[in-house]
């Protein structure tokens, strides 16, 4: 059964493909996050990870804007509380999370937003959306990784320029950039990162793990022990395979030369 919050704030929709769609429904309020909606995220990721029959995730926010950060009318309460507790962070539980998450971003990602759409593994935005780091604007400061995660992707001085002058990095920029993957019509918005999701559901769900895992684990370090990493990990999964799952790699490639060549 789908657990959501009492007011139904946080919403898990699990398809049938293998794909769920996780929604952060506060319209009203731009779905700001008050403490128990970081919570029951939290939650949410954590469940749907330990769910065999979800491949992928979809992430995305209700009516005009994906998230606008903390509800700051509670922002004692959020910034005050226990922050080191793993198991109601939301962006912990999402960088634990092995499966695939896919950001569909529409309207506003501010701060604590923009935060948990870094935390994502692929991005999907809809034109017009934008990405705002309000943290030097309130004097808010910074412990979900936007301070550290947006450099690396975006290079660091548009990162400093985007957090410093507190100014939107538009969708259309941060596809270029490389921060978002796909640029779509509002409409389009949740077909296209469908379509993504149903791309990896096609493939090898251990593989799909694995792969995830060494990108995200080796992008923390130098290239040197990254590679490294590779290999050990590569050796590993070789070295635990069966004569049979050779044999089964084997079959399965030779049957998708055969249809290949048929087609020629």
């Not at 139904?8 to 493909?17: A, D, F, H, Q």
Request: glycine share 8%; charged share 30%; with cysteine.
């Amino acid at each position: 059964m789908d657990r959501s919050s009492p007011e139904k704030l946080i919403l898990v929709n699990r398809e049938p493909n293998g794909i769920a769609i996780v929604t952060i429904n506060r319209p009203d309020s731009l779905n700001s996050l008050t403490k128990a909606m970081i919570a029951d995220l939290a939650h949410a990721f954590k469940t749907l990870d330990r769910d065999e029959s979800v491949r992928v995730i979809i992430l995305t926010g209700s009516g005009r804007s994906f998230c606008s950060g903390v509800d700051l009318t509670a922002a004692e309460d959020v910034f005050k509380g226990d922050v080191k507790d793993a198991e109601t962070d939301t962006v912990v539980q999402m960088e634990r999370c092995r499966k695939p998450i896919i950001g569909a971003i529409r309207g506003f990602a501010v701060t604590a937003g923009f935060e948990i759409a870094l935390a994502c593994d692929i991005l999907v935005a809809a034109k017009g959306a934008r990405f705002l780091d309000t943290h030097t604007r309130f004097g808010i400061f910074p412990s979900w990784g936007l301070s550290q995660k947006l450099s690396r992707i975006i290079g660091v001085n548009k990162a400093r320029e985007v957090s410093l002058t507190a100014t939107p990095l538009t969708a259309e920029v941060a596809e270029r950039l490389g921060f978002v993957n796909h640029v779509v019509e509002e409409g389009e918005l949740l077909k296209k990162s469908r379509e993504i999701a149903d791309a990896i559901v096609k493939n090898n769900q251990d593989m799909v793990l694995r792969y995830k895992s060494v990108i995200n684990d080796g992008i923390k370090l130098d290239l040197g022990h990254a590679l490294s990493l590779e290999k050990e990990r590569g050796h590993d999964y070789y070295s635990g395979m069966t004569k049979e799952q050779f044999k089964k790699m084997q079959e399965f490639i030779a049957g998708r030369s055969s249809k290949k060549q048929s087609k020629l």
